[in-house]
Each structure stands twice: as C-alpha cells, then as structure tokens.
C-alpha cells in the first residue's frame, strides 16, 4: 500500500488529471498528517471555541439501562423519529435469542423524513413547526396502535447533527449549522423543539387520508382524527457522533481487551467524538462542565464534540499541500465558503461535486468545452449517490444509460457521445476522490486517538530520539492487555462510509497501515471499525436512559 496505483486504467491523460488528486496519498504522507492532526487537535483542544466542545457526558452507557424513550434524529438529510425501548442486559444470561454481554434494543412506530431544502431555508420556527407535526404523527401511531404506556408525558431523546454548546445534558444552544441549513447560532434547541410540538397537545379534527396520493412529505396528522397526546420531556440532547459512540457503548459491553474508543460520522456530513481528559481542555470548557460529586477534575475523562471539519482543522492538509485547486472551487462556491474545508474533501454532501469539478475541467481542457453537456456544468449535478450506486458498481450498460440520460449531447448537432475514455476517467476520478477521502479520515482518526493516548504516533521527520506522541498519559495506562492484542473500537455511521463502495475497507486499511507503522509501541494495539447501525436514534435513547437510570 505504499502508493495508490490505478492498474486497470491506462492512458496519459488519466494520470496526468489524477496526480494532484493521488500524488500524496502514501505512507509517508499520512503518516506524517496524522501526527500533523494530533499535534493540531491538541492544540483546538485548548485554544478553540469552535472545535473541541465538551458535552455533558463523563460516564458511558453501561448497557444496564432500561426505559423506553421517543427518539429524534435531525441529520443533514433526513429526520427520523421513532421508539426505542432498551432493554439492558447484565452479560450473564441469554434469552428469546439474545447475545449474553449484548444489551438489547426494541424499536417501534419508526418513520424517516427527507429535510427539503424549503425546510432548511426556512426560519427557525418553520423547520421545528414541522418536526413537531412529525413527532405527533409518529405519537399518534403509536396511540392509534394501541399503545397505551406512554403516559401524560414522554422523555424525549434528541440527536442533532450540528455544533452545539452544553451546560446539561438536557439543554443546548445551537452553534452555525452548515449543510444548507441558514438558521443561525444562538438558538435554545430543546425549547424550540417543545414549541413546534405544542400546538398538538389539544385535541383536533382533521380531514383526508393517512397519506396524501401526491407523495407530500407532510405528516399525515394534519389529515386525519386525533385524540389529545401526551407531552414531551427533553431527557437528553446530543451530537450525532456522540450518540453513535453511545449506541456502541451501550450494545457492546467492553471486553478486557477491546473497548468504544471513538465515535465517527462520515454520511452527508463528517465528524469525530472521543474521551478526553477535562485538563486537556481550555480553562474556558472546563469551567462550563458540571463534574459528578467527588470527581477529580485532573482525571476525569469527557465525551468531546471535536468538529473536526471546521476551519482551523485544516492546516496539517495546507501544511503538506493535500487541496488542489477542484477543492478551493468547491469551498468558494459552497454555502458557507472556509467553513468546513475538511468536510468539503470528505463528506457525501460534497464528493459528488468535486468528481463534476474534475471532470468538467478535464473535458475542458481537453477541448470539449463548448459540446459538453449542459447538465454536466451545473452544480451539484452528480451526486454521491450516484457515484456509489452507478458509478462505482460493476455494471457498464447501466452507466452508459445513465450517463446517456442525465447528460445528454447538447444538441442535435452536437458530436458528444460518452466515449469509452470519458467512461473510463469518470470510473477514475471517482475512484481517486474515493481513496483520498477515506486515507485522510483514517489519518484523522489515528491522529484523534494518538492526541488522547489511545496510541503511540512518532513524527518520521523528526531529528535525534524522534518526536513521540502520547497525548494525555501513557496510552496503556490501566489497560491489562495481558500479552494480547487491545481493540481498540471506533463506532461509525453515515451512507458514506457504510455504502459507498470501497470507503470502508480502504479506509480500514490506511488506519491498519498507520496505527502498525506509527510506533513499535503499538504491537498489541488495533483499531477496529465497527458500525454503530442507526446511532443517532440509538444513542439519543441511550443517553436519556442514562439519565433515568442515574448512569
């Protein structure tokens, strides 16, 4: 794996629009970026407000708590809403097919929504309004079912895909969102969401079917009878990593040698969560977190939001030259340019566009501007979707199909035809922004743990003894490994890294290459990534479980 290779395309022109795009993806390069990222991290940690937030989780899910909650997922694409009764389980016994040492979950009356981009541009109180006619839609299946332990009041877990600060578990502020939506910061999330649900509180008459014939997203509670439903509680607010760490908290009990290190999102957006100690943090965060009686604020470990997709994580990929020009253009022509310039590189949002940025510029150059497709000039004309469903699969007639029918000649006169070349440098370019993508997530999730202990990274640059990075301690610190190899298990969620073809076992591959070559020291240590399936509705449960059961 030394350096990326593309054996089955050949052709001058293809390499020659790939290198700025391949050139640094190796084993050099990433591993001096991911001492880069966890010199970097540790540097936000202190210094920033933006990245590196504290929540108010210092103790994981012990997969002991029970309850059942109504769980919120609000991504950068789609809400979900549904119950999920967690059911615990003490790791001794096994029943009705059940795992020992595995909690279980039930989840019910679940539905998903798609975010539409009028919800997204709309006012603050728009958005919620219609969150709060989905949770009631769902409240009222759940009654019409014959449900009917939900009481006068339901707690509520909340996961939101966005920035956001925290006092207590059940409150936060929203910072800038990013992804399309315009609402700005300094919005109370959980009064917000109570004030979009209010109006359903009292008893109301509607008319028409459960679901309209015209497909609107429209939840089907404004259409028909509904009795008076119950209120909501909000029990616990949290990021959409934090809850996807969570989630596998809570389902895997930790094993002597394996263990929930880290939290990953890589879907529409990208994101890392991870325990860090409260004295890594800046005087500023640590006074904004309420300790548990009697803990030592020099040892306490924190569940950290580290945002690591907002500016100021970008500087070990200026440091080393990674962005090429296709990513400036994407970042000045995003939504919100400078802001996420990670996220631009890695993120499903964003990848689509920049395979069109690349090959817009390639065809142009190589004179094909004018019969070039018009759809093809449009923004956000590929998607990511796209790329992992069409492009990336095997299946050359469909491509064909689909090419011929989403970017067709521009006119009749035209001579443009999807050539064998043109197929062939799309497969490649996707393939490229694919690998690059995933390398740089798994030089940022090794630099992560690196910054915190979890393993041993030293600098291949550095002069004399070397440079070492241990981050907060001794990485095996309390740790009886006991001969063995340690797991250390990164949860993750997101279509990106769990659809697209590929992402998941490059980017596995690269943390494997890095975490073996980073330091002798880490000979008995491996970083596993494991899917935390559905994390944010999951985790949002968890975390309200926690604070009914007093975990």
Request: hydrophobic share 40%; proline share 5%.
């Amino acid at each position: 794996m030394e350096y990326l290779r593309y054996p089955e395309y050949t052709g001058e022109a293809l390499e020659q629009v790939l290198e700025p795009l391949t050139w640094l993806i190796n084993d050099k390069k990433l591993h001096i970026l991911a001492c880069l990222y966890a010199e970097t991290f540790a540097d936000l940690a202190k210094e920033s407000e933006e990245h590196f937030l504290p929540t108010p989780v210092t103790k994981l899910p012990t997969g002991k708590e029970k309850g059942k909650f109504l769980a919120i997922d609000v991504g950068g694409t789609n809400l979900r809403v549904g119950f999920v009764e967690l059911l615990g389980n003490d790791g001794t016994t096994a029943s009705e097919g059940n795992v020992p040492g595995v909690a279980q979950i039930r989840r019910s009356h679940e539905k998903a929504w798609p975010i539409e981009e009028h919800l997204k541009m709309d006012q603050a109180e728009d958005l919620f309004a219609w969150i709060g006619d989905c949770i009631a839609e769902v409240i009222t299946d759940a009654m019409n079912a014959g449900v009917d332990d939900l009481g006068d009041e339901i707690a509520l877990g909340i996961t939101f895909s966005f920035p956001m600060k925290q006092d207590s578990l059940s409150e936060a502020t929203l910072m800038p969102m990013g992804k399309g939506f315009a609402i700005t910061s300094d919005v109370n999330l959980g009064n917000m969401l109570l004030s979009g649900y209010a109006r359903h509180f009292e008893e109301r008459t509607t008319n028409g079917d459960a679901q309209a014939e015209n497909g609107s997203t429209e939840p089907s509670t404004k259409r028909r009878k509904v009795s008076k439903l119950p209120k909501l509680r909000v029990a616990a607010i949290t990021n959409d990593t934090v809850a996807t760490f969570a989630s596998l908290a809570y389902a895997f009990k930790s094993a002597p040698n394996s263990r929930a290190a880290m939290g990953l999102i890589v879907g529409t957006g990208c994101n890392a969560t991870i325990p860090m100690k409260l004295k890594a943090l800046s005087d500023a965060k640590r006074q904004s977190v309420r300790l548990p009686d009697g803990a030592d604020p020099e040892e306490t470990k924190i569940v950290i939001n580290t945002e690591w997709t907002i500016k100021g994580t970008d500087l070990p990929l200026d440091s080393i030259g990674m962005k090429t020009y296709w990513d400036e253009a994407l970042d000045k022509a995003s939504d919100a340019p400078g802001f996420q310039p990670f996220e631009y590189m890695t993120a499903g949002r964003y990848l689509g566009e920049l395979v069109r940025l690349v090959m817009v510029d390639f065809m142009g150059r190589r004179g094909g501007g004018k019969d070039m497709p018009t759809a093809l000039k449009e923004k956000n004309s590929i998607s990511t979707t796209f790329l992992a469903t069409v492009v990336a699969q095997d299946d050359d007639g469909l491509l064909y199909s689909k090419l011929d029918e989403m970017f067709p000649a521009p006119s009749k006169k035209s001579n443009f035809e999807w050539s064998v070349e043109r197929v062939e440098m799309l497969r490649g370019v996707t393939r490229a922004v694919q690998v690059r993508s995933s390398a740089l997530i798994a030089a940022a999730t090794v630099g992560l743990l690196a910054c915190v202990g979890e393993i041993d990274l030293e600098d291949p640059e550095a002069k004399g003894p070397g440079f070492s990075r241990h981050g907060n301690g001794d990485p095996t610190e309390g740790i009886d490994v006991s001969g063995a190899t340690e797991e250390l298990v990164v949860g993750y969620t997101g279509g990106t890294i769990s659809r697209y073809p590929g992402f998941l076992e490059t980017c596995q591959n690269w943390i494997d290459n890095l975490v073996s070559k980073g330091s002798p020291k880490n000979a008995n240590k491996r970083v596993v990534l494991r899917e935390a399936t559905d994390g944010g509705i999951i985790g949002a449960a968890v975390l309200a479980g926690t604070t009914l059961n007093g975990s």
